[in-house]
């Protein structure tokens, strides 16, 4: 999802400033991307809120809202954070929304909360919370080390003990094709290239995703949002300098290398495809790509979306052909590996997610 995006990978811009902004930026990063240790009885309102920030959304656009009530948080969508270019039918939207859930409710049961959810009629969820006794198992201690990571892997085959773990925890509504053999890999890495080609020809899609780029560690930190360069292996560059860049550096030949040199370098591939083209299926699917993506890093995987051929509807339809249901949507893919860390995006605070 929704996600990205691989396409600001496609080569190093130029340092500018960033000696100055790093300092800073690592701090907020080094302050987000935790668990808070609490202690002391009372319901864990903020800290819930902002261990389920922490989940994957496209673009990093943060489409969320939260409402809290006495042992209840509502997770609503935010329309004003659409991306109707790249998501025309709120797919991804959803889809974050579903991952938020998800990680609400792992790092409940870590607090010692269950949360029981329910999915309202406007698309967002009302999750209502119990005491349990605290279970800060494998997943939950997963949720600050998620990410995604876009640059190559190391080609290290993944276990087939691993590969169960992970094929166990998408649950039966939503299913899982896991793409491993070369051939396979290759046809699946011909459809990531024709999605990508058509967005690239899209100056609407360019004009979007130009939009949630941050150029630089000064305006990620301002905004707290988006698509750090850093954050996607590239170098950082003002906003006047990268965006006169952008398209000179993602050509469709550029791009089309790296992408096959990244799926290349990846060991596996999955894709999602939920029950119906409904709000709820997809929130569903974010839901169970989150425990599949929580389960890798605690396995010591990375992960990375490669949604170009969901994104695009005549790849998407070649791609449900390929996978044999025809009648279905495909609704993510991703592939998973061994590689780096590199630098985390941010997340907004999240007393400024909250809805009185």
């Not at 998501?87 to 790092?107: I, K, M, R, W």
């Not at 003990?161 to 299913?175: D, F, I, M, Y």
């Not at 994104?311 to 044999?324: C, H, I, N, Q």
């Not at 997340?347 to 997610?353: A, G, K, M, N, V």
Request: proline residues 8%; charged residues 20%.
């Amino acid at each position: 999802m929704p996600t990205r995006r691989a396409l600001i990978t496609a080569a190093p811009l130029l340092v500018a400033g960033c000696s100055r902004c790093a300092s800073p930026y690592d701090e907020a990063v080094r302050s987000l991307w935790r668990l808070p240790d609490l202690s002391g009885g009372g319901f864990p309102a903020m800290a819930l809120i902002g261990a389920a920030a922490l989940a994957a959304n496209g673009h990093n656009t943060q489409p969320w809202r939260f409402k809290v009530e006495p042992r209840v948080i509502e997770i609503l969508p935010d329309p004003t954070r659409r991306t109707p270019v790249v998501d025309p039918d709120n797919h991804h939207l959803f889809v974050s929304l579903g991952c938020a859930l998800e990680t609400l409710l792992q790092a409940g049961l870590g607090y010692g909360w269950a949360g029981e959810p329910a999915v309202l009629s406007g698309g967002g969820v009302r999750v209502v919370f119990s005491s349990v006794p605290a279970r800060p198992d494998a997943l939950f201690q997963a949720i600050p080390h998620r990410a995604s990571t876009r640059t190559p892997y190391d080609g290290t085959p993944v276990d087939a003990a691993t590969l169960r773990r992970l094929e166990g925890t998408v649950g039966q509504s939503v299913g899982l094709r896991v793409v491993l053999d070369g051939d396979a890999r290759a046809k699946l890495s011909d459809m990531i290239v024709a999605g990508n080609d058509a967005q690239l020809a899209d100056p609407a899609f360019m004009r979007e995703l130009a939009a949630w780029i941050r150029f630089d560690a000064g305006e990620a930190l301002a905004r707290r949002d988006g698509l750090f360069t850093a954050a996607s292996g590239n170098l950082a560059a003002p906003r006047w300098l990268g965006q006169r860049l952008l398209p000179l550096v993602m050509t469709r030949r550029s791009e089309a290398d790296r992408l096959r040199r990244v799926v290349a370098s990846s060991p596996g591939l999955a894709i999602f495809t939920g029950p119906a083209e409904t709000p709820e299926a997809w929130i569903a699917v974010g839901r169970a790509f989150t425990r599949f993506a929580l389960t890798a890093t605690a396995e010591g995987l990375k992960l990375a979306f490669m949604n170009q051929p969901v994104e695009d509807l005549s790849t998407r339809r070649r791609l449900a052909a390929w996978l044999g249901e025809p009648a279905k949507r495909p609704d993510l893919v991703v592939r998973f590996g061994r590689g780096p860390d590199l630098p985390r995006s941010l997340r907004r605070p999240s007393r400024d997610l909250l809805v009185s």
